[in-house]
């Protein structure tokens, strides 16, 4: 590992000016290129404290040996060489979009004499007008089958071309009148160019003008009573109508953009891209990139940006590119894509309108793109075993831990404290065995003594059953839930706390004669979090004399892992499968832990003092709301006038009255997102949402 101060440049010797610069390994391969508005206030960032970098920027600069930079004349130039020196260098340490297929075109070659239509994938050729990328090829021939009924272009290869002209006959598609047949001399080069010119104007987007036309010549042929010819030509609009509908209607007609939306977590990225020609869907196409540097959403666009259109020119281009986020700075990204068309291009984000549902659109493919990549990965068995494999052995495992525990801490700064367990097994999710915790021995907000608390109830449980050596009772046990009304809910399994009852409990084993519940001891427990949660799971196992479960935490901010007694964390590389599990299995501990926090928030804010009042029910609660208007005015209320509210005798209306008396209205709450006094007889909607932003 290099010391970054061995090959740092002398004060003064970087230029404050545009430039691009590079990192070197000690082997002198470039292994990061970067551009800067001013060299010297980005280089400078580089050669800071190393604890003050990202880790991925930190291991970059201690990988590196030396740094050299070109200074150019403006943003743009150094936007350009740097996706010049990315694409000639391959650096590793920055964002490189990978495509996960080889997408297909529609290719028109006008740089032949005689134009031909076909399917192409790979690099793009000057002189051949490309459309699309499709997401199969089949969807361009039955595209290019209706339209060459009305534009009669050559789909022929080279050989057959030229066979047909060799015996002066031509292929099928000739007799049938797919094809104008120029190798037979049908049709001049110079008609035949035109035909081809007209069928990339059509797939450009211009149908209107043509369809109407031929509209006009039909009407113009029933007239003359040419009914053969205006016949063909109401077969013609129809193909083409029939061609149009398969790209839908998305945008105001003669609409060029692309939309480009990125999904991302800590480690990967995928990019969506549609292409709108002409108000509809021409193409789609999509990437998955590992984040190797540290950048931000702007950074994730600009890539693909460069990506996108640094091989593109004039209207491939379009006028209109809609991002959801801006780069920073935007305005050199904006002059490098106008250079390219050669017109002015828009780069924004959509606020309104269909543009911003299309986006939205375009938003859940990525989101559909990224989770099918890690479904591909997840369900791969290689891939799994590999991953335990690297678990296992930066941990120190004496074998692979074929069953994961993962724990994680819940709340709205201290308030409704839950927790959740997952479990996965041989690397897969096992849902059937998740469980949730409420924190029962203290008040408010310590995410270190409320996780002591739930691995302690957990492995306590654990043991009771290994005592019993697998058998289940009806008996309560320490976590059992107890009713209001003082009565123990002895089916729902200890620290299952809001779970609904199991009608399996009472079972001894699953179908599979697997122990059932908390009776099944995990090989790792990973909980959330750093040093201090990992020595409180490790403390609470010791108390309880258990010694042969691992114990690791996942600290979100750094992805480090930390390990019992341990003053430095264990760093997994970027592109471990171990990581991605450990990640994996955190961010379901944390999904489903959120999820039960904001139930409970969500009922206990909607909870009204009449839901304590015996033999009252919805209806007749709604009843009483809705006439008297809210529970503050119910609340004043006499017994007569609750006895007035149809439905309610006079013994309700007492027991009503006795209930409200006796439960004090507490001080208003305020919404703190708007100002408004939260009244006791509803939460506003907004409340939710001004919580949320505060949840753990």
């Not at 931000?296 to 990506?307: I, P, R």
């Not at 909980?527 to 042969?548: F, N, T, Y």
């Not at 379901?588 to 999820?595: G, V």
Request: glycine share 8%; hydrophobic share 35%; aromatic share 6%.
């Amino acid at each position: 590992m290099a010391d970054p101060s061995s090959y740092r440049p002398k004060p003064g010797q970087i230029p404050d000016s545009p430039g691009v610069y590079k990192f070197r390994d000690e082997h002198g391969r470039v292994i990061y290129v970067g551009k800067a508005k001013s060299l010297r206030q980005r280089l400078a960032n580089y050669f800071q404290d190393l604890a003050g970098l990202h880790p991925r920027t930190r291991t970059m600069v201690t990988t590196a040996a030396s740094v050299e930079w070109t200074v150019v004349s403006t943003e743009v130039e150094a936007l350009q060489l740097e996706y010049s020196w990315i694409k000639e260098f391959d650096p590793r340490f920055n964002v490189k979009y990978r495509d996960d297929k080889s997408y297909p075109y529609l290719a028109v070659t006008l740089n032949e004499e005689f134009p031909r239509v076909q399917v192409m994938r790979g690099a793009k050729k000057k002189g051949v007008r490309y459309f699309g990328p499709y997401g199969h090829a089949w969807a361009i021939r039955e595209t290019v089958d209706l339209m060459l009924r009305v534009f009669p272009v050559r789909t022929c290869s080279a050989g057959v071309f030229k066979r047909s002209a060799q015996i002066g006959r031509p292929c099928l598609l000739g007799y049938i009148g797919k094809c104008s047949a120029p190798c037979v001399g049908r049709i001049s080069p110079e008609e035949h160019h035109e035909l081809a010119e007209e069928f990339c104007d059509f797939m450009a987007g211009r149908t209107g003008a043509y369809i109407r036309r031929l509209e006009r010549g039909m009407q113009e042929a029933a007239e003359e009573m040419e009914y053969e010819r205006a016949a063909r030509l109401r077969d013609d609009i129809g193909a083409l109508k029939r061609a149009m509908e398969k790209s839908a209607v998305v945008l105001a007609d003669a609409t060029d953009a692309d939309l480009i939306a990125v999904a991302e977590d800590e480690l990967e990225a995928a990019v969506q891209i549609f292409h709108v020609r002409g108000g509809r869907v021409r193409g789609q196409r999509g990437w998955v990139t590992d984040k190797v540097e540290a950048v931000t959403t702007s950074g994730l666009v600009e890539h693909a940006l460069q990506q996108l259109y640094g091989e593109e020119r004039g209207d491939a281009v379009p006028k209109e590119v809609l991002v959801p986020a801006l780069p920073e700075p935007v305005e050199p990204i904006a002059q490098w894509l106008s250079q390219r068309r050669g017109s002015q291009v828009s780069l924004r984000i959509p606020q309104r309108g269909d543009k911003k549902d299309l986006m939205a659109t375009v938003g859940r493919n990525a989101q559909q793109a990224l989770g099918l990549h890690k479904t591909k990965r997840a369900s791969d068995l290689t891939t799994r075993s590999r991953a335990l494999e690297e678990i296992a052995g930066a941990l120190g495992l004496d074998a692979v831990p074929l069953r994961i525990e993962c724990f994680d801490i819940s709340h709205l700064q201290g308030d409704d404290v839950v927790a959740s367990m997952v479990v996965f097994e041989d690397g897969l999710a096992r849902k059937s065995e998740y469980r949730r915790f409420q924190i029962k021995s203290f008040q408010g907000q310590d995410d270190v003594r409320s996780m002591h608390e739930v691995i302690g109830r957990r492995f306590k449980r654990y043991l009771q059953e290994k005592q019993k050596s697998g058998e289940w009772t009806e008996e309560p046990a320490d976590d059992a839930r107890v009713d209001d009304n003082g009565t123990t809910a002895a089916t729902v399994p200890a620290g299952t706390d809001d779970l609904e009852p199991d009608p399996m409990a009472g079972r001894p084993t699953d179908e599979d004669g697997r122990p059932k519940r908390f009776a099944y001891p995990p090989q790792l427990v990973v909980v959330d979090g750093g040093a201090p949660q990992v020595a409180a799971a490790r403390r609470a196992l010791d108390e309880l004399g258990i010694d042969d479960v691992a114990v690791c935490g996942l600290a979100k901010r750094l992805e480090e892992v930390w390990l019992p007694e341990e003053d430095d964390p264990v760093v997994l590389p970027r592109s471990s499968e171990g990581l991605y599990l450990l990640q994996r299995v955190r961010d379901e501990a944390h999904r489903f832990a959120i999820a039960y926090q904001r139930s409970k928030r969500t009922k206990r804010l909607k909870s009204s003092p009449l839901d304590a009042v015996a033999g009252l029910g919805a209806t007749r609660r709604q009843a009483l709301l809705k006439h008297f208007g809210s529970l503050k005015k119910l609340r004043a209320a006499t017994v007569d006038e609750i006895c007035e509210v149809p439905g309610v005798g006079r013994k309700t209306a007492e027991t009503v009255a006795a209930a409200l008396a006796g439960a004090a209205p507490s001080a208003p709450a305020v919404n703190t997102a708007t100002g408004e006094i939260i009244e006791d007889d509803g939460v506003p909607p907004a409340a939710l949402s001004a919580e949320r932003g505060q949840e753990r």
